[in-house]
């Protein structure tokens, strides 16, 4: 998700337009370098607490007083810090979790206090550097509301939100300047058919509150459609793809192994690639004049919880071996002959395109969503039937089985798969989903300010109806 916002980030920065990625988890403070964003960009990263640390929040009537700032050494009071930088101080519950927070500044003072109001109430107090409280909110979604106000100010503005967590608060974020996109970044698909999972339910029952919601794939945009009628804008739009030059890849002749590129969490099935590798390096090794050099190699890329139960699993077989994280996953499909996809579900797949463009083949599960919309089975790829571990591992012999030339032609095939989702393509439809967006929103916008006016006149022609007859 994060790579997808990014991408999309400086695809509008390049067009011209200023974007600030908003971020509301404090723990992200201070941020590490990111390439193409910061000062010299069109691309600004600003955090929600950074904005009482600046003391530029103006100060409003009624604010209650301001709490004693937590005792670093005060019970249950720990210290939350990021790379030297002192962040919070929090007081904890029996449970583990926070009761009071104070936000503070790199000096120590506090520029933000939560404090809990009853059983489940909270209060926000911003202080000013001189330490006076000169705002208050009740609701955390109030102070997210502020802050945007005071980010977009007088100017027209569009408000993407990729985060499902944060949706149920964009949904109800409305400014006459303001546009507002949801990007679905996951599959939506519950247990039975037709239903939406519980992490999706809260913003899938509220489209219709958003301008426009995005979807990677149309096939998923259509299902959707199914589920909530007609009255959200709903529209897809893919993820870009940055091409690889040729002369940056290898001959076919030095392309080797097998790379899995993953999260190590269920949902990635990486167990299943190890499985299917293992069955094919049993074959291989019933061939008695078969060199270590023959065996296809399986590089795993990747952290997560399975990381040790998957380390496990392929404990006695030399060919597989796992890296960890890697900061260029584009090198290491650059030089494998293969991809594998095993997850359960995918909103596209971005990866799949990666490793086309890079001239990496695909072999991934028929899934929902994106896998069946990229690979054509047996021309730039291949698809196998979800789960399917023994079709996974008989694609992997027929990938390794192919003359030399024919791989080469899917190699280019799958390239030019991944260069008709270029940056031109994709910021076009974006631009076309942001304007017609716009415009229903200044559509509705105008429908719900006639709805309002007749009230009032309904209203004042009943109040004199009553007068009258009296």
Request: proline share 7%; net charge neutral; with cysteine.
């Amino acid at each position: 998700m994060t790579t997808a916002l990014l991408d999309r980030s400086r695809l509008f920065a390049d067009a011209g337009t200023p974007v600030d990625v908003l971020t509301l988890d404090d723990r992200a403070f201070p941020l590490p370098p990111i390439p193409g964003v910061g000062p010299d960009s069109r691309v600004t990263i600003r955090n929600l607490y950074d904005w009482p640390r600046s003391g530029d929040i103006s100060p409003d009537a009624g604010v209650p007083d301001a709490p004693a700032p937590l005792d670093p050494d005060g019970e249950g009071v720990v210290c939350d810090e990021a790379e030297g930088v002192l962040l919070r101080r929090l007081r904890l519950g029996g449970d583990g979790k926070p009761i009071d927070v104070d936000h503070v500044r790199p000096d120590g003072t506090t520029a933000l206090s939560e404090r809990r109001v009853g059983a489940r109430g909270r209060v926000l107090i911003a202080h000013g550097a001189d330490g006076r409280p000169v705002r208050a909110w009740r609701r955390r979604y109030d102070f997210y509301a502020d802050w945007l106000d005071h980010i977009v100010g007088d100017d027209e503005a569009f408000l993407i939100v990729d985060s499902k967590t944060v949706a149920p608060f964009a949904a109800g974020y409305r400014r006459r300047r303001v546009t507002t996109v949801h990007v679905v970044h996951g599959s939506h698909r519950g247990p039975t058919p037709g239903s939406v999972r519980a992490s999706r339910q809260p913003v899938f029952s509220r489209l219709a509150d958003f301008d426009a919601v995005a979807f990677a794939t149309e096939a998923q945009a259509a299902d959707v459609r199914a589920i909530v009628g007609p009255r959200p804008f709903l529209a897809s739009v893919a993820h870009p793809v940055s091409p690889v030059s040729g002369s940056a890849l290898p001959p076919e002749s030095e392309r080797a192994g097998a790379v899995v590129i993953a999260r190590l969490e269920p949902i990635k099935r990486v167990e299943d690639a190890v499985a299917a590798m293992r069955r094919v390096h049993d074959d291989t090794a019933d061939t008695a004049d078969t060199a270590d050099d023959d065996v296809m190699r399986l590089d795993v890329y990747g952290t997560g919880s399975q990381a040790d139960v998957l380390t496990a699993l392929a404990a006695d077989d030399e060919a597989i071996r796992f890296h960890g994280h890697t900061d260029d996953p584009a090198s290491a499909m650059a030089q494998a002959s293969l991809l594998l996809l095993t997850s359960r579900s995918e909103a596209f797949g971005l990866v799949l395109l990666e490793a086309m463009a890079a001239g990496c083949l695909p072999i991934s599960y028929d899934i929902a969503y994106g896998p069946a919309e990229l690979i054509r089975d047996g021309e730039n790829g291949w698809l196998v039937p979800d789960g399917d571990v023994d079709a996974l591992a008989e694609a992997v012999r027929v990938a390794a089985g192919l003359d030399p030339a024919r791989r080469a032609a899917m190699r280019q095939q799958a390239r030019t798969t991944a260069s008709a989702y270029s940056d031109e393509r994709i910021r076009r439809r974006w631009a076309s989903v942001l304007r017609t967006a716009r415009r229903r929103r200044r559509t509705r916008g105008g429908s719900r300010r006639l709805v309002a006016a007749a009230r009032r006149v309904a209203g004042a022609l009943r109040r004199r109806l009553r007068r009258a007859s009296r």
